[in-house]
């Protein structure tokens, strides 16, 4: 006779069966950019992006993805068809931990690093699409739901190759579209040279807009203690990646020798490592990439970890999805705006007044053209 434990189980196992995925398939396409970009280390000349789609028992479809910004795209795309996909079936979308745990434990002997977290990132992506196509509900509702909408800054006018006039007439453009800051690329051979730029962009769009640094990680600390001296000058709103992601020290010690907020993030693959940065005291803004970091299920807990140290999160790139995970936490500071989508898909990020708006569609909200990706698909 079965017990009434049994019966519980049983009857709570039979209502998840049209959850349960049934086929996987992955792809990648090379994306154009769509225009050259530049910082002090590497030029960004493809955005090589990963695909996983879903399908469940019930005919429920998920599709995720992640991104190279130019190699590594083919190894990603092995770990998922060879690893991560086979593991898949017969999991269920509507425990998106127990999946993710489940890919995990298989590529246990690559964790943590790059090329696992991002054929991580398209899987959880696609659990979560399907999950909440499920549900009914928007992506940032059932992350949290904390506002509808985020300010939004431009990094698309800084890149480094840019001429001075450029930048400026970059950020002026940007403030007239109602963007709250402008982030303009360092790490020009000399301080000086650097100050010079900001400064006229500084001048061009006056004290009411920010206007935030990024250096890709170029300097030691010495010449980051000495250049952010040099950014106070025109009250630079973040001095972003200014050492290696792996400097937890050197962050340290930058962010006590200096007024401006040292952001980090973009550049780091586990939940481990943010709390590292977070309790020494080297993280002023967390800057999490869905992708990097290994697919929405990390990326919230890195943003509820940086809420419990009372630091903002600002993520990098991606932000058609981004738009709703920040829209779904209380600590968001900014949204990215880069475009790279537009290539494949047939709507874009509602931007009105420098704010992006979080999709109100069931699932990512991103609208696939599935006949450009077909184009677009490589390998």
Not at 71 to 85: H, I, M, P, Y
Not at 166 to 176: I, N, P, R, S, T
Not at 226 to 242: G, H, I, K, M, Y
Not at 251 to 258: G, I, M, N, V, Y
Request: hydrophobic share 45%; net charge negative; aromatic share 6%.
């Amino acid at each position: 006779m079965m017990n009434t434990r049994q019966l519980t189980l049983d009857g709570a196992e039979a209502l998840t069966l049209g959850s349960r995925i049934v086929d996987a398939t992955a792809r990648l396409c090379d994306l154009p950019v769509e225009m050259p970009r530049t910082d002090a280390l590497q030029s960004f000349v493809k955005q090589e992006t990963i695909f996983v789609r879903l399908r469940t028992a019930d005919g429920s479809d998920g599709v995720g993805y992640s991104y190279t910004i130019g190699t590594g795209g083919g190894a990603v795309l092995s770990l998922l068809r060879e690893t991560l996909l086979p593991t898949l079936i017969g999991l269920d979308v509507e425990r998106p931990e127990a999946v993710w745990r489940a890919l995990f434990g298989v590529t246990r002997a690559t964790t943590v690093g790059p090329i696992t977290a991002l054929a991580l990132a398209a899987v959880d992506t696609a659990v979560w699409d399907a999950r909440t196509r499920r549900a009914g509900l928007p992506l940032w509702v059932a992350a949290g739901g904390a506002s509808p909408s985020v300010p939004m800054y431009d990094t698309e006018g800084g890149w480094l190759h840019f001429t001075t006039d450029q930048l400026v007439a970059q950020a002026v453009e940007a403030k007239d579209r109602g963007m709250g800051g402008v982030k303009i690329k360092v790490g020009m051979p000399r301080g000086h040279e650097d100050l010079d730029r900001l400064r006229a962009v500084r001048e061009a769009v006056g004290p009411g807009m920010d206007i935030m640094v990024d250096a890709n990680q170029s300097f030691t600390v010495s010449e980051a203690v000495r250049r952010a001296r040099l950014f106070e000058q025109v009250d630079v709103f973040w001095f972003e990646e200014p050492l290696p992601a792996e400097d937890v020290e050197g962050h340290r010690l930058l962010a006590r020798s200096t007024s401006v907020p040292i952001a980090v993030g973009e550049s780091m693959y586990s939940l481990g490592h943010f709390r590292e940065h977070l309790q020494r005291g080297a993280a002023s803004i967390v800057q999490p990439d869905v992708a990097r970091v290994g697919g929405i299920t990390p990326w919230l807990k890195i943003a509820h970890l940086a809420e419990s140290f009372n630091v903002p999160v600002a993520p990098h790139f991606l932000m058609e999805l981004h738009v709703s995970l920040v829209c779904a936490i209380p600590n968001a500071l900014y949204l990215e705006h880069i475009p790279q989508l537009r290539a494949v898909t047939t709507d874009e990020l509602r931007i009105e007044d420098g704010r992006g708006w979080a999709p109100s569609a069931p699932g990512l909200g991103i609208a696939w053209d599935d006949d450009a990706l077909e184009r677009l698909s490589v390998g």
